[in-house]
């Protein structure tokens, strides 16, 4: 397939992302970047199904974007040595994320949850749970005071750092952050690359010396290049753009009913004091929803000065007292 196409699509949508998972070498690949293993150290991945199994008719129905099941090289631990044919299994669960999604730990650890407890059947021992490791690949700001755009989890003991245990573990690519920081070359950091790029000089910086990538990129110009896949990705993509203009659109209703909460409280007292009090709940409303949208602080600032007609010390004091606990 010739690389002077000029439409390819674009790695961060969910149609795509799924799609260059079908590929073996590709998943491998990104895999064992993740795991921080040498790819030769994976010695198998396979699809599984992406629904997660309900207990009961009640229960909240999980839909994974990639679950794989991964056998690889087991690492030695310190001071002891692994035999050659000890292998590690995990489930993963690969997750691409382009709205922006305010409950997404919550999110993460119910499918992370789902994912564990469904490795277990009635009778079994507890020791066939195999590790499970939740994946996001965010393209937007989950940890905006945090400079790393790469961020792993486990269950600590919280003053020894003791690991609890290694069964669950989780995964967060913050893909905006790569714009105008430089980071320390890891082929990671080639996959996150890879997944944000958008041109083709873009995708070919990523899979320079990486022959995992060279792979995802043949990959993505030969499904870029089926009419059919191509209708379905366009299908997908116009799906996620009416999804933000929705959630936009429900944002800017949100504040401007805060703002005309804050006038009304004004209106009705017919006092400083209430003036004071219609703006501070104004506020407070506005900030409520800017956070549930996933503004950054300064976004909200600026809509405060905007809404409310406020100096920008008079906006940060409703975010001291507001930003962080919400009742």
Known sequence: MSREQTFLMKPKVDFCFKELMEDGEVRKGFISALLDVKPEDIRSTELLPTHLRKEHEEDKQGILDVRAFVRSQAKGKEGTFEEENQEEVSQMDLEIQLASFPLWPERSIFYLAKMYAGGIQKGQSYEVLPKCIHVGILDFLL???????????????????????????????????????????????????????????????????????????????????????????????????????????????????????????????????????????????????????????????????????????????????YWIAQP
């Open 143 to 321: 940890f905006e005071e945090d400079e790393e755009y790469y961020s792993r989890f486990h269950l600590w003991e919280d003053t020894r750092r003791r690991m609890y245990s290694d069964k669950l573990e989780l995964h967060i690519l913050e893909l905006p952050k790569l714009a105008g920081r430089e980071y320390p070359p890891t082929e990671l950091l080639k996959w996150a690359s890879f997944f944000r790029a958008e041109k083709k000089e873009e995708f070919e910086m990523a899979a320079e010396g990486s022959s995992y990538i060279e792979r995802a990129y043949e990959r993505l110009t030969e499904i870029s290049a089926d009419d059919l896949k191509r209708l379905e990705y366009e299908a997908r993509e116009k799906a996620i753009r009416d999804h933000m203009y929705l959630m936009n659109y429900n944002l800017k209703k949100g504040l401007e009913a805060g703002r005309e909460e804050g006038r009304k409280e004004g209106r009705k007292e017919g006092r400083k004091e209430g003036l004071e009090e219609g703006l501070e709940r104004g506020s407070k409303a506005l900030i409520k929803m800017c956070r549930e949208y996933s503004c950054t602080r300064e976004e909200a600032c600026s809509r405060l000065m905007q809404e409310f007609s406020i100096s920008s010390e008079e906006a940060e004091k409703y975010l001291e007292k």
